[in-house]
């Protein structure tokens, strides 16, 4: 009798169905984007994002707590501060909000009780913001993007105003704390968010010594498309180069940190034309960067004409396990035919964040250059790669961190980046031509 031999069409499928049943499993059990928006390649998630139709709808009371039971149990799910489970501060503020709400809750005061709760992490790249539409104030955003600065709002100094309101923002510096404040003052629904009234709003600004005081209406106020029109939509480039031959120096000027071909061939060029141009300082503007790629930094090191480059180390939060990495010093393999040996100035303030502080960090701390302006509005040694996710019923967005990061100079592990050549952020550009050498 001939024995039946299995066919491999027969396996293939077999194989298939293993390997699908084991990746979804890893996602569900160690993924921390499993449920997230937004899953990068590689990891698997169901959800997609989604947005509330309007801020005045009311909630009941089992809604509301089911929302803030939700961000705990991904808070405790993916946060590596809370691999051992919540802390007794974050449960017991949790229970104090959840005891707070009425029969029926605003779509704000669970917008609010999220937000003390994401406050309380101490991490300021975890937070939650509204997906419900807003409504702009132009000539605030307008006024504040062209140098003005608030100095009181219903009478109220903005000081005052962010004491009272500190516990709505997660920061680790007193100065995001304030830009956090400062934004939501574009819209009316960040207005109700400090519980200010919208029908009457008086703002004091400040612009060099000049005082003007601007009476608001509700009005005033702009859905996204107009506002995006009058304020003539977003017209800042990622990135941008200039050089002065005269001064010596070529700038590169940082609105975003997006790694990607173009960045690639932008910084070949610039360091081309720094060569070709023999310009001996380099100036790395990142006063205006709060997000992107922490690639950008790496790519513009392999530049730079030194030996070994040291990265920070830290943990990845994978479910019930965290896997770390230390801080590694590793060979530069350099683009030899581009290779630049000048001086480095980095240019920072106080509202550098998240990747552009790593790409100070990265600069001050390997020794490759100079830090000027203010210092970083959060902390290298601290949290970041976050995970958004959505409350089921009021739709909030919050995201959570799942890194913890090492600071590359273990001796600073507690401090901001602070600049080595100190000066307010508006000043960098006539104190760079006290020190670039000609």
Known sequence: MKKKIKSPLLIIPFVMCIAIVVYTILNVV????WDSVYAPTGYLSLTSMRYAESADKVYTNNQACEDIDYLLKYLERVHPKYIDGLSDDITALSIQKKESF????????????????LHSVGDAQSFTVPSFPCEYLVDYINKTSSGYSVVS?????????????????????????????????????????????????????DYFGDI?????????????????????GDNKEQYYCEYNTDY??????????????DYREFIYNFFKEVNEQEI??????????????SQTAEELILYLDRENMTTPGGVMRL?????????????????DDMLYSGNVYVVTSGLTFGTGTM?????????????????????????????????????????????????????????PVIPDYPCTADQVEGYIDMFVEN
């Not at 479910?319 to 683009?335: A, C, L, N, S, V």
Request: hydrophobic share 35%; proline share 3%.
């Open 359 to 415: 790409f100070a960090e990265m600069i001050q701390d390997n020794g490759f250059g100079k830090v000027i302006g203010e210092s970083c509005a959060n902390l290298p040694a601290g949290y970041g790669e976050v995970v958004v996710f959505q409350t089921p019923n009021s739709v909030l967005s919050f995201q959570i961190s799942s890194k913890e990061f090492y600071r590359i100079d273990e001796n600073k592990k507690n401090l």
């Open 212 to 232: 003007e005081k601007v009476v608001y209406t509700a009005d005033d106020f702009y859905d996204y498309d107009n506002t995006y029109n009058m304020v003539g």
């Open 319 to 335: 479910g019930p396990y965290m896997m770390k990495w230390d801080r590694e010093t590793q060979k530069i393999t350099h683009y």
């Open 30 to 33: 160690f993924s921390p984007y």
């Open 102 to 117: 009425g029969d029926e809750v605003t779509a704000y005061e669970i917008w609010r009780a999220c937000a003390e709760i």
């Open 280 to 293: 001996s300082n380099v100036i790395i503007d990142l006063r205006n960067v709060t997000s992107g790629n």
């Open 153 to 205: 709002v219903n009478g109220k100094p903005i000081s005052e105003l962010l004491a009272e309101n500190s516990n709505l923002y997660s920061y680790e510096t007193t100065t995001w704390a304030e830009n956090c404040l400062l934004a939501s003052l574009q819209t009316k629904q960040g207005f109700k968010f400090l519980k200010l009234d919208t029908d009457e709003i008086t703002i004091v600004y």
């Open 248 to 261: 010596n120096f070529g700038v590169i000027v940082f609105n975003a940190c997006d790694f990607d071909s």
